[in-house]
């Protein structure tokens, strides 16, 4: 029922984008990384053993991938955030339902007890929750009353859901990306310091924790929390992924191809691991990328990310209100943080990914209005001649939000 209802949501999506085809094409225009990634994922078939197959699943990436073009293009940055936030208080919200009224929302084997809501396993909803908590955190800074006090309760349950859910990669990542946002609130006007910071913070994390699983170390500090160091047996699939990604180094396998069920390889990954089950994916945002597109699009993919980070940097230069750019850059490092053990890169149905797309293209756009009102900016008078602009005037001292 929930692929059904996904195709259906397809259609107002796609009467959205031709209605707004000039935010489209903007769009596009601010982020044409992506819009090559979008090609590269449709001419795969022709790489693809399963051309139809391939092609059936490029046309959902590009219907939605294109709206959040139009997203990104047509909403404001505060009003894109707060859109998201209202997104993931409604998926809380449908949670809650679930769970309180159906069994299998309270767990679904091999997990046992862990919940998973509304979602096919307890991954999901870890992602899920820490996605609301991100956005929610920011959107009880800009609203009051009645408003506010929804948000900080859409924040405390999703807080908890993420408890239930017993998704450790979420709940590390959680309290990393909520710690930085909180201090970010405790150091005013050095955002771009902690942004440094965040940035450098993180790294250092994913090496430490890439040290720890290569040491002896791995086993009794895994036993803690109750996992094995192969990370739920995710670190033997990307061993034995890797091997087929060299196969087709630059274009890839076709997108969405290489895991086809029935596939020789993916049953022989299977036994030759020992896994215990079939894998429906590598688990791994970059490797995935890869098997989809090649190496050509990681390139593509890469630029889009690092353009992001240029784009924020410079529009933190520049604007003084930096709520939006705060929260846009931690959930931006959240998603590559997510992306280490899971993968929402280049996904068809997947709303991380349609907001991942969304807030890149919205930060690219705003950054090209902060140079154009650079460029527009009329030379100072000279002292004394009483011609000098007021601070009111100039077109940088607006709000981030209302580019």
Excluded at 85 to 108: K, N
Aim: glycine share 6%; proline share 5%.
């Amino acid at each position: 029922m929930a692929n059904k209802l996904q195709i259906l949501l397809l259609l107002p999506v796609m009467a959205v984008t031709a209605l707004y085809y000039r935010h489209l094409i903007r769009g596009a225009f601010a982020a044409p990384e992506i819009v090559i990634l979008l090609i590269l994922a449709l001419i795969s078939t022709r790489q693809s053993a399963m051309p139809m197959y391939t092609l059936e699943r490029s046309i959902p990436l590009l219907v939605t991938t294109t709206f959040a073009l139009v997203l990104g293009s047509m909403m404001s940055l505060r009003g894109l955030l707060m859109f998201m936030a209202t997104f993931y208080a409604a998926v809380i919200a449908l949670t809650v339902v679930a769970i309180a009224t159906l069994p299998q929302a309270r767990g679904i084997p091999p997990w046992g007890d862990t919940w998973n809501g509304i979602f096919l396993h307890k991954n999901g909803l870890g992602a899920a929750c820490v996605m609301t908590m991100l956005t929610a955190f920011y959107a009880i800074g800009q609203t009051r009353g009645k408003l506010k006090l929804v948000f900080q309760v859409t924040l405390a349950i999703a807080f908890l859901l993420l408890v239930a859910s017993e998704s450790r990669t979420s709940q590390v990542v959680g309290l990393v990306s909520m710690s930085a946002l909180v201090a970010s609130l405790l150091i005013p006007r050095f955002e771009v310091t902690w942004a440094i910071c965040f940035i450098l913070l993180s790294v250092l994390l994913v090496g430490v924790i890439a040290f720890l699983l290569a040491s002896p170390l791995a086993d009794p500090l895994f036993a803690l929390i109750g996992r094995k160091p192969t990370l739920s047996e995710r670190i033997p699939i990307w061993e034995h992924t890797w091997p087929y990604v060299m196969d087709r180094f630059w274009l890839g396998w076709g997108y969405n191809t290489f895991w086809y069920p029935e596939s020789s390889h993916v049953v022989l990954m299977s036994n030759k691991g020992n896994l215990g089950f079939t894998p429906h994916y590598s688990h791994n945002g970059l490797i995935e990328t890869w098997l989809n597109t090649g190496f050509i699009g990681v390139v593509f993919l890469t630029i889009a990310i690092l353009r992001f980070f240029f784009s924020s940097f410079f529009n933190m230069r520049f604007l003084s209100s930096r709520d939006g750019i705060v929260c846009a850059l931690a959930l931006m490092i959240t998603f590559l943080f997510a992306n280490t053990t899971e993968s929402s890169m280049l996904s068809r149905m997947e709303a991380n990914w349609m907001f991942f797309v969304a807030y890149i293209t919205k930060m690219h756009l705003v950054a090209r209005a902060v140079r154009d009102s650079i460029k527009n900016r009329p030379a100072p008078a000279p002292a004394g001649t009483g011609a000098e602009q007021s601070g009111g005037s100039d077109p940088l001292s607006r709000p981030a939000h209302s580019q």
